[in-house]
């Protein structure tokens, strides 16, 4: 640390992105990455709104906060927009948690960064020993709430009606659902918006929409906690949001049948993957997002992490307790996938 840091962030450990190795050939499964380009029609905007690069982009978000607002049926402000959701959630750390926030031991890896970068006392809430989240966990805690919805790394999802009590006996605190996996096949809880001043969704075009490269989050709530956000976002970068992604998402969102096909073929392949899994032993969590949560009775997480790693095949390991035996892997291809199972078939036989 330099000496003008500032020590109150002295002891501050960022996030440790998942490796982003551009290896040709190599089968990247350890970032929950969409294995599918982006829609047709997202690459045709792009190309076609390039030429207006010189001027800022559109503070209102334009026709992304149009298609945002109608395809999850709410108002256009109730739409907030961001840099990823990881700037979104960012936002809610600074201006949203006086109380303190709650959230998950085994949950997103940025939850607790942001909670030291902002200075937020954070209380880790326990999983269940099955590493499922127990609603009963949450009830009247009077302070904000985070929780992953499907949870990452398990995949595990609560029901709506786990949710809806949730919020029902925290009338005081605000909780945000981060949605990030959501559409692999949880349900989402926007339909509670209107009955639920507290809460606020949070989602991401980088999963299900294969726009990972390209920055974009959205958050759907009450129009006063729009407008706070859109405080803290005027206060901080007006134009947080470049304008090909602008453009880019609400190409996107046009594009409902690319989009269905892209995420029926991800959730077939965790299926099938499920059943090749469990027939090699392995436990498998049931997963609702795009990743596998897997772990095996005989074989170290590590070493066969280590292992795949050698054959070009990168999955993610968390050196974290509790979860040190487990490998979380995405969903890649059938075929990637198929060369994943392969090269775990032979690792085990030896
Ligand atoms: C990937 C992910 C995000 C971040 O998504 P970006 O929109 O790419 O910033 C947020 N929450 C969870 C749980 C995620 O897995």
Not at 19 to 37: F, G, M, V
Not at 83 to 99: K, R
Not at 162 to 170: G, V
Not at 199 to 204: D, I, P
């Amino acid at each position: 640390m330099s000496r003008f840091m500032d020590t109150r962030l002295q002891g501050l450990s960022p996030y440790v992105p998942g490796e982003q190795l551009r290896k040709k050939d190599i089968i990247k499964l350890n970032t929950n990455e969409n294995p599918y380009p982006p829609s047709p029609k997202v690459l045709e905007v792009v190309g076609s709104e390039a030429h207006t690069l010189h001027l800022y982009p559109d503070v209102s978000g334009g026709n992304l906060v149009t298609q945002l607002a109608s395809f999850y049926k709410v108002d256009k402000d109730q739409v907030f927009f961001g840099n990823g959701s990881d700037e979104i959630l960012a936002f809610c750390f600074q201006a949203f948690c006086p109380q303190g926030v709650a959230f998950a031991d085994l949950t997103y890896g940025f939850y607790p960064v942001y909670a030291q970068l902002y200075q937020v006392p954070a209380t880790v809430i326990p999983l269940r020993e099955d590493l499922s989240l127990g609603a009963e966990d949450y009830y009247d805690l009077h302070k904000t709430i985070v929780i992953a919805n499907p949870n990452a790394p398990t995949g595990l999802a609560l029901s709506l009606a786990e949710i809806q009590e949730i919020l029902r006996r925290n009338q005081d605190a605000l909780v945000i659902v981060d949605e990030a996996y959501v559409d692999f096949g949880a349900q989402s809880c926007v339909t509670l918006l209107d009955q639920n001043p507290n809460l606020l969704v949070v989602g991401t075009f980088s999963k299900s929409r294969s726009m990972a490269g390209a920055r974009l989050g959205y958050a759907l709530g009450s129009k006063e906690l729009i407008a706070d956000l859109n405080t803290i976002k005027f206060s901080f970068n007006p134009y947080n949001v470049n304008q090909l992604t602008l453009a880019a998402g609400a190409a996107s969102l046009e594009d409902q049948a690319y989009f269905e096909q892209c995420r029926d073929k991800v959730v077939e392949t965790r299926e099938s993957c499920k059943a090749s899994f469990a027939k090699m032993g392995f436990s498998v969590t049931d997963s609702k997002a795009n990743f596998l949560f897997v772990s095996h009775p005989k074989y170290t997480a590590e070493s066969l992490y280590q292992q795949l790693k050698q054959r070009d095949i990168l999955v993610r390991w968390f050196c974290v307790p509790r979860i040190e035996n487990y490998l979380r892997i995405t969903v890649g291809t059938q075929q990637q996938m198929d060369r994943l199972l392969a090269a775990l078939q032979s690792l085990i036989e030896q």
